[in-house]
Nanobody, 119 residues
């Protein structure tokens, strides 16, 4: 299983970026997708998630600024990030997780993509 994340970069405060995460070798539509971030010296935290049926959840710090979506036909999840702040600077990781009702847990991670927001 591979999760390929892309779209990170350097942006000024107030700017926008869109992250993409393309999955291979899984039935993408079955999985819940999430974006996490990890700043240096800090724990990895959930930024946003979207279930297999399209329900979304956001961390309070990004609510109203970030939007998570998915395109099952393209096996891709997106994170649209608007009104970026310097504190959004982190390595962003995508995650594919089997739904809670499955009898076995499957959990896959992509390599991170760096997002840097300058003030």
């Amino acid at each position: 299983v591979q999760l390929q994340a892309s779209g990170g970069g350097l942006v000024q405060a107030g700017g926008s970026l869109r992250l993409s995460c393309t999955a291979s070798d899984i039935i993408f539509s079955f999985y819940d997708m999430g974006w996490y971030r990890q700043a240096p010296g800090k724990q990895r935290v959930l930024v946003a998630s979207i279930t297999s049926d399209g329900s979304t959840n956001y961390a309070g710090s990004v609510k109203g600024r970030f939007t998570i979506s998915r395109d099952n036909a393209k096996n891709t999840a997106y994170l649209q990030m608007n009104s970026l702040k310097p504190e959004d600077t982190s390595v962003y990781y995508c995650n594919a997780a089997s739904p809670p009702h499955w009898s076995r847990r499957y959990d896959y991670w992509g390599k991170g993509t760096q997002v840097t927001v300058s003030s």
